[in-house]
């Protein structure tokens, strides 16, 4: 274990958590591999993380922190070696804050887009433009992220919505 960035291997602990009981399996096997460590623990299973508000309020009320000097979050990571524990001191992951944009304009033909607004173009360039919020506004060093994930305009090849709906994190 260093100072800073800590990659610790733990080949013996299998990670599946799944809604059917294997917290408490998760918890043991953590436990362990942490008293081998020599770092006493308690481990928290935030409910409704990627639902804001989450549930990590009602876990502070419920006195779930009451005697803990650090807290530690984990995340289920893909890109990760499956059996390899990474951590650094810090924040490690955004915060998921969810938005929706959404944008009204005058529908039209296809044919003619000279007499309507253009809402998936709008919706082309707000997505664009967005990037330059975390270029332009955030630290280069920091972690910052912008990303639309669903963009809703219309349901026909040749018609112009009236409306479309972005969503993102």
Known sequence: VQVGRVQVEVREVQVAVQAQGQEVLLQRQAGMVLERLGV??????????????????????????????AVFGLHVEPMIETGRVITR???????????????????GHAAAPHR???????????????????????????????????VEAGNN??????????RGT
């Open 89 to 107: 001191r810090g924040p490690f992951l955004a915060a998921a804050d969810n938005f929706e944009v959404e944008l009204h304009g005058e529908g």
């Open 157 to 166: 090849y040749n018609v112009l919505p009236s409306r479309a709906l972005l």
């Open 40 to 69: 006493p623990a308690r481990l928290l299973f935030q409910p409704r993380e990627e639902a804001p508000p989450g549930g990590a309020l009602l876990l502070v009320e419920r006195g779930a922190l009451e005697g803990v000097g």
């Open 116 to 150: 309507a607004n253009d809402l998936v173009l709008a919706s082309a360039a707000v997505v664009v433009s967005a990037q330059a919020l975390v270029s332009r506004f955030a630290d280069p060093v920091e972690a910052a992220v912008v990303s639309f994930a669903s």
